[in-house]
């Protein structure tokens, strides 16, 4: 179904691994290639220029160094964003979880607070990172990103799901793709655009 809007609505895609054949980014990619009329998903490149998180070069460099205030303002001038999460260690990599700490702060710059967001996230093994999503989940809150709350998406066991360049092969999962992105542009619609306060 269409968004009822004119201007599609736009979806910063950002994968949480910097792997070169990473699942994840693949999810996000076959996602960006079937979304839904009126909504425009960019995949995000560039997490593996994100410098490590530091008090002190945020303070230097007046809220981060260029890489960080240009992933800053692509989250700001979109409309949602959208994660895949790999799970290490039962919970999200570091490297994702860096680029949020940057990205909480700093006031006024909060640009994840009230920004719709969607997780969702693949694995090679059996659990299909059901606990980094919840982690990710967790993080997300005291963002006051506002996340999707259903449907949830778990894409395990990626070696049947993906060719052997790492495109996404498998139609169930393309389907379930489909239908998460309908239910994600309307949950963009219902909450996004909304100046909501920070609360401190
Ligand atoms: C350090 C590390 C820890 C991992 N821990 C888990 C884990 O706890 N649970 C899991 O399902 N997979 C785990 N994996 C497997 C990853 O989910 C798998 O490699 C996945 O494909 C990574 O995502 P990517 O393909 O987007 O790079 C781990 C992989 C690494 C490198």
New binding site residues.
């Given amino acids: 179904m269409p968004l009822p809007h004119e201007t599609p609505r736009t979806v910063l895609a950002i994968?949480?691994?910097?792997?070169r054949?990473?699942?994840?980014?693949?999810?996000l990619e076959a996602g960006a290639a079937c979304a839904p009329a009126g909504m425009r998903i960019h995949v995000y490149d560039e997490l593996a220029r994100i410098p490590l998180f530091d008090e002190d070069l945020e303070r230097e460099t007046a809220g981060g160094p260029e890489e960080v205030r240009r992933l800053r303002s692509q989250v700001a001038e979109a409309d949602a964003l959208w994660i895949?999460t790999?799970?290490?260690?039962?919970?999200v990599?570091g490297v994702l979880k860096n680029a949020i700490d940057w990205l909480s702060r700093p006031a006024p710059q909060e640009v994840l607070a009230g920004k719709p967001v969607a997780i969702i996230g693949?694995?090679?093994?059996?659990?299909?990172?059901r606990?980094?999503q919840s982690h990710l989940r967790h993080v997300l809150s005291a963002t006051e990103s506002l996340v999707l709350p259903r449907p949830t998406l778990f894409v395990?066991e990626?070696e049947r799901l993906f060719d052997g360049e790492g495109r996404l092969s498998d139609e169930a999962t393309r389907d379930a793709l489909r239908g998460f992105l309908e239910a994600f542009a309307g949950w963009v619609d219902l909450v996004g655009g909304k100046k909501l306060p920070v609360l401190r």
């Avoid at 790999?86 to 919970?91: G, L, W």
């Fill in positions: 994968p949480g691994s910097l792997r054949g990473s699942y994840n980014r693949s999810l895949a790999p799970e290490y260690n039962q919970s990599p693949v694995t090679q093994g059996r659990w299909g990172t606990l980094a395990r990626a």
